[in-house]
Each structure stands twice: as C-alpha cells, then as structure tokens.
T-cell receptor, first 110, second 110 residues
Framework: QKEVEQNSGPLSVPEGAIASLNCTYS??????FFWYRQYSGKSPELIMS????GDKEDGRFTAQLNKASQYVSLLIRDSQPSDSATYLCAVYSGNTPLVFGKGTRLSVIA | DGGITQSPKYLFRKEGQNVTLSCEQNLNHDAMYWYRQDPGQGLRLIYY???????QKGDIAEGYSVSREKKESFPLTVTSAQKNPTAFYLCASHRGFEAFFGQGTRLTVV
C-alpha cells in the first residue's frame, strides 16, 4: 500500500513568518509530487508541482524534493492570513492514481 | 470558460435511496476521478476512468457505481448499499499527472 504521510497540525505561524510543511512517501519509484491548497468547505487547488530533486520556487512558495530521503516539503515565505488552509501533498508513482496525504492545517496568525 | 462542473452543490439522501452526482468537464481531459473526503481526512479514491467506456475501482468503490459514456461526463451513483454516504464528494480531471477539481458536492443522509 503506497502511503503519503503528513503531520495533521494545526501548524500555527505568525504573519510574515515562513511556514514549513512536510510530507514523506513510501514508494521509492514515485516520480511526481504535488501540493494542493484547500480552504475550508472548498475543493483543492493545485499550487505547486515538482518532479526532480532540489528546489522549485513560484512567488512566495518553494517546493523542495529529496528523493533519497523520500521527502517533499513546501515553504511559504511572508505568510499571510489568507494562506490559512489545509495543504495536501500528493504523489504519483506511475500507472496508479495519485495518492494524497491527509493534509496539514495551517493557521497564520495576524 | 473551461473547467469542471459538479452538481448539485448540496444533496440530501433518504435512507435506502440511490442518488447520482453529476460531473462534467470541458477541458478535453481523458482521465476523470471521483474522491470522497470526510472531515479532517484526506481524499480517498472511489472510481477513476482513463478513457471513455472504461473505468476502474479505487480504494473504496463498494456501494458506488459510475459510467463513462462520454469524454466530458463521469457521473457517480451512491447506492443504498453505501451505508455511510455522508461526505464531501470531489470530481477531478487530470492533465498528465496534475489533478483539477470541481467545486464538490456535499451529500447528507437525512
């Protein structure tokens, strides 16, 4: 059974700080990694994808991938109250559907 | 305006009743998926379809049925065999490995 693990939180950070969200996965052959943001009562929206080791930056968001450690993270710089949401990590391993983690709830305190 | 449309937004089901959730997409994506989300939980895969007239069971298919007669449409029927159907149902289509979600249907048993 392929698993994606996330700390459920809540992770509380002050406004303007860096929020660090972590995800580990069990399948060594996993190829593609995604971060989705889900506001309460809404559907998830894709915010970052990463396919190779290292960092990928998009505005205030940075995704980090370490395939040797089977670890992917999402950093949110200059966190804003509007970033308060649940962040879902998803992993694709080839020939099987995406596997989602249970999500980490982030709360940015003004 | 391209996207994924789920209807209805809210649905109430009586005990023993079958109900059908609609999912339509105009993104020309081949693959479509149905997920179930319970409070504080991640996404669990119900059924998915990668081409018209073909679909596969996901992790929690019991009590559900689907059809894929058209590329644009992937309706989900929640049957009376599903004993605990109250949940948030999400339909998604995939572009490559990336999932794009509809706005969801919240189903409640009354």
């Amino acid at each position: 059974q392929k698993e994606v693990e996330q700390n459920s939180g809540p992770l509380s950070v002050p406004e303007g700080a860096i929020a660090s969200l972590n995800c580990t996965y069990s399948d060594r052959v996993s190829q593609s990694f995604f971060w989705y943001r889900q506001y309460s009562g809404k559907s998830p929206e894709l915010i970052m994808s990463i396919y190779s080791n290292g960092d990928k930056e998009d505005g205030r968001f940075t995704a980090q991938l370490n395939k040797a450690s089977q670890y992917v993270s999402l950093l949110i710089r200059d966190s804003q109250p509007s970033d308060s949401a649940t962040y879902l990590c998803a992993v694709y391993s080839g020939n099987t559907p995406l596997v989602f983690g249970k999500g980490t709830r982030l709360s940015v305190i003004a | 305006d391209g996207g994924i449309t789920q209807s209805p937004k809210y649905l109430f089901r009586k005990e023993g009743q079958n109900v059908t959730l609609s999912c339509e997409q105009n993104l020309n994506h081949d693959a479509m998926y149905w997920y179930r989300q319970d409070p504080g939980q991640g996404l669990r895969l119900i059924y998915y379809s990668q081409i018209v007239n073909d679909f596969q069971k996901g992790d929690i298919a019991e009590g559900y049925s689907v059809s894929r007669e058209k590329k644009e449409s992937f309706p989900l029927t929640v049957t009376s065999a599903q004993k605990n159907p109250t949940a948030f149902y999400l339909c998604a289509s995939h572009r490559g490995f990336e999932a794009f979600f509809g706005q969801g249907t919240r189903l409640t048993v009354v």
